[in-house]
């Protein structure tokens, strides 16, 4: 199956600095790669996903690129600001019968003032 | 629209003792999942529904049983809770794919449910 590994586990940065997380997947059929954000006690949420057709998509201050040969993506957040401050997702589905994700082990990042 | 929701939110569970926990969504998805997140290593698929009346595993469905009688509800049923298994469950809902749409693969999660088995 799938296997997404994650890096940094924790990244602190300072606010107005950029922070750039790091993916990498094991299954070259997988096609659709998405971020979430998940504050303190909260559920996940997409902040940008991007679909292997293209190699990056942005969004205001947040960025996904995909390198399919490298089988690595990594998400760019620029202009960090405290409410960036949570635990961001990467993940990884082929969009196939079933968009089973799997998941990457979280990168907690932290922006202080 | 409530989006996801799901019941209860907290529960503790003695060793042995059974529980279901309740997903509803109402944005007519047809695909709904359950995972579990424990520190560390992130979000975990237990079981998975195509539709109404169908389920399949995930990566971690040992333990677990799920059941979708209707659309908008995904059931999970601990039948003989473990301390292993005390983790914060999400469900999740979205679209199916493909149809040649432009549909979004995006997964809504609800809530969470946090269980302590003792």
């Known amino acids: 199956g799938e296997n997404v590994e994650q890096h940094p586990s924790t990244l602190s940065v300072q606010e107005g600095d950029s922070a750039v997380i790091k993916c990498t997947y094991s299954?070259?059929?997988?096609?659709?790669f998405p971020w979430y954000k998940q504050e303190l006690g909260k559920r996940p949420q997409l902040i940008i996903d991007?679909?292997?057709?293209?190699g990056e998509k942005k969004d205001q201050r947040i960025a996904v690129t995909l390198n399919k040969t490298a089988k690595h993506f990594s998400l760019h957040i620029t202009e960090t600001q405290p409410e960036d401050s949570a635990v961001y997702f990467c993940?990884?589905?082929?969009?196939?019968?079933?968009?089973?994700?799997?998941f990457g082990t979280g990168t907690r990042l932290q922006v202080t003032l | 629209n409530a989006g996801v929701t799901q019941t209860p939110k907290f529960r503790v569970l003695k060793t042995g003792q059974s529980m279901t926990l309740l997903c509803a969504q109402d944005?007519?998805?047809?695909?709904m999942y359950w995972y579990r997140q424990d520190p560390g290593m992130g979000l975990r698929l237990i079981h998975y529904?195509?539709?109404?009346?169908?389920?399949a595993k995930g990566e971690v469905p040992d333990g677990y049983n799920v059941s979708r009688l209707k659309k908008q509800n995904f059931l999970l049923g601990l039948e003989s809770a473990a301390p292993s298994q005390t983790s914060v469950y999400f469900c999740?809902?979205?679209?199916?794919?493909?149809?040649?749409?432009?549909?979004?693969?995006?997964?809504?999660f609800g809530p969470g449910t946090r269980l302590t088995v003792t």
């Open positions: 999740a809902s979205s679209y199916s794919p493909g149809g040649g749409t432009s549909r979004t693969y995006e997964q809504y």
């Open positions: 299954d070259s059929a997988s096609n659709y």
């Open positions: 991007i679909r292997s057709n293209v």
């Open positions: 993940a990884a589905s082929t969009t196939g019968t079933a968009s089973k994700l799997t």
């Open positions: 944005m007519n998805h047809e695909y």
């Open positions: 529904s195509v539709g109404e009346g169908t389920t």
